[in-house]
């Protein structure tokens, strides 16, 4: 990334590739062919009975000054001595420039940098599990910034937003509060994308489950005008028979690349639907402070 590389030390991601200036222009994604595979400690991490989870939601940026996987992983006995016994990272693919909550994203793929490398991540979850803690990842799959090629590929320049054939997005949002441009989660490409998402996250880097970000949102019942604007917020809470069957494929692929991983969902619905998800498997947060 030419405009935020230069604000990562070396000491946070050693060895940053230097940029091809003259060669090209954006940012450049960079691969290794048979690169050495990380020796995990832990295979057979027995996940807390999710009825019994107790949950530390953490931004690394602001939880430990050097915002690095290092220094989080030497913090765990903090975490550990509080009676912890999940930690839900406010996501950490890469994301647009450094100094974010992290749900701006822009590449579903690789871990962002500000963070530390892909390894230094593997080694603070293989502690967690070797200190009986689960290690969640918040993960924004209703929405995606433009800075994302998939994004870029297929762009309506005349009316600055997704055009109306891309195979991922909606050119309007279908619903209230959203960010970035949304996902059309009907679409067999976006579900094949999704797919391969939580596989990525579940078996290379062994994570424990997500939380979804704006889960209301998947769904393709229009409660907005075509223009993304003047949306019924009450129409969009109901009972959406089309999202529960979204969410019923979604759990069911998260389960099956890794049986008993977490689905958190931040959904705020009817409480008709979200019982109903909630008696498939899923769990949601609730408000009790009324």
């Not at 590389?5 to 954006?26: E, V």
């Not at 690349?257 to 109903?276: C, M, P, Q, R």
Request: overall charge negative; some cysteine.
């Amino acid at each position: 990334d030419p405009a935020h590389d230069q604000h990562i030390s070396a000491t946070t991601y050693p060895n940053l590739k230097p940029y091809p200036t003259g060669k090209t222009t954006g940012i450049v994604s960079v691969f290794q062919t048979a690169e050495p595979a990380y020796n995990w400690q832990v295979n057979n991490f027995s996940r807390p009975d999710r009825r019994r989870l107790v949950i530390y939601e953490l931004l690394v940026r602001d939880f430990v000054a050097a915002h690095d996987w290092k220094t989080l992983k030497d913090t765990i006995g903090y975490l550990k001595n509080l009676g912890v016994n999940a930690i839900e990272l406010m996501p950490f693919n890469e994301f647009e420039g450094n100094l974010s909550w992290g749900y701006n994203t822009s590449f579903y793929f690789a871990p962002d940098k500000y963070y530390g490398t892909k390894n230094r991540l593997k080694e603070f979850i293989d502690e967690c599990h070797k200190n009986g803690i689960a290690v969640m990842m918040d993960i924004a799959l209703n929405h995606t910034f433009g800075q994302s090629p998939m994004v870029q590929l297929y762009w309506d320049a005349a009316n600055n937003r997704p055009a109306a054939n891309s195979p991922w997005y909606n050119p309007a949002a279908k619903h209230a509060f959203n960010v970035g441009y949304d996902m059309n989660h009907e679409s067999l490409a976006t579900r094949a994308f999704t797919s391969r998402v939580v596989e990525h996250w579940l078996q290379e880097y062994k994570l424990d489950g997500f939380r979804f970000d704006l889960s209301k949102g998947f769904t393709q019942i229009a409660t907005c005008d075509t223009t993304g604007g003047n949306c019924n917020l009450g129409a969009w809470g109901q009972y959406d028979a089309s999202r529960v069957a979204i969410w019923k494929r979604y759990f069911d692929t998260v389960q099956n690349k890794s049986a008993g991983a977490y689905v958190i969902l931040e959904h705020f619905a009817d409480n008709s639907e979200e019982t109903e998800l909630v008696n498939y498997g899923m769990l949601f947060w609730g408000n009790l402070n009324h």
